[in-house]
Antibody, heavy 114, light 108 residues
Framework: QVQLVQSGAEVKKPGASVKVSCKAS????????MEWVRQAPGQRLEWMGR????????GYSQRFQGRVTFTRDTSTSTAYMELSSLGFEDTAVYYC???????WGQGTLVTVSS | ENVLTQSPGTLSLSPGERATLSCRAS???????LAWYQQKPGQAPRLLIY???SRATGIPDRFSGSGSGTDFTLTISRLEPEDFAVYYC?????????FGQGTRLEIK
């Protein structure tokens, strides 16, 4: 079955960067784009963008353009999300999910604190 | 961007009752690419419906989706105790793939 396992919780200072990984199993990694969303405490889900895991093409929400980078490693079936210039408002749970919504990671809590 | 507005914000019902949740888009959703998710505290969302009306694998048939264009509905025909959660709609017809603000379904 589709399984996505994300890296563990992070605590970062304002201005720093964070990189979250998402390791896929149970399906052909390069056949499905990976999408990323985040959820601030008590808030709605917010779509950040997606990466074509086959050719590496990316699409970003304008809200995060210039601050977020998606990459992937096909040899390990792992997708990555890196967010830079962190502010307090970036404190949230970050999720990866396979296009179509069938498989989701367990979420990674990123806390921005001074 | 296509803004999704869900109503009501909170729905208080009893097990066995019927639940009707609404999702309205500010622009027509391309190809009816509209999904519904269920989220319980501390858990990732779970896909219920895609393409506005197709049930995801393993989802009980008491869940159904309908609608087209800008107005969509998720119906739970007979509520079970495990159905009390937050429900989100998402459009994936045009980037950015926006989510609604959620409907909290609580036990009355």
């Amino acid at each position: 079955q589709v399984q996505l396992v994300q890296s563990g919780a992070e605590v970062k200072k304002p201005g720093a960067s964070v990189k979250v990984s998402c390791k896929a199993s149970g399906y052909s990694f390069t056949n499905y784009p990976m999408e990323w969303v985040r959820q601030a405490p008590g808030q709605r889900l917010e779509w950040m963008g997606r990466i074509d895991t086959g050719n590496g093409d990316t699409g970003y929400s304008q809200r995060f353009q210039g601050r977020v980078t998606f990459t992937r490693d096909t040899s390990t079936s792992t997708a990555y999300m890196e967010l830079s210039s962190l502010g307090f408002e970036d404190t949230a749970v970050y999720y990866c999910f396979r296009q179509g919504g069938v498989g989701w990671g367990q979420g990674t809590l990123v806390t921005v604190s001074s | 961007e296509n803004v999704l507005t869900q109503s009501p914000g909170t729905l208080s019902l009893s097990p066995g009752e019927r639940a009707t949740l609404s999702c309205r888009a500010s622009q027509s959703v391309s190809s009816n690419y509209l999904a519904w998710y269920q989220q319980k505290p501390g858990q990732a969302p779970r896909l219920l419906i895609y393409g506005a009306s197709s049930r995801a694998t393993g989802i009980p048939d008491r869940f159904s989706g309908s609608g087209s264009g800008t107005d969509f509905t998720l119906t739970i025909s007979r509520l079970e105790p495990e159905d009390f959660a937050v429900y989100y709609c998402q459009q994936y017809g045009s980037s950015p793939y926006t989510f609604g603000q959620g409907t909290r379904l609580e036990i009355k």
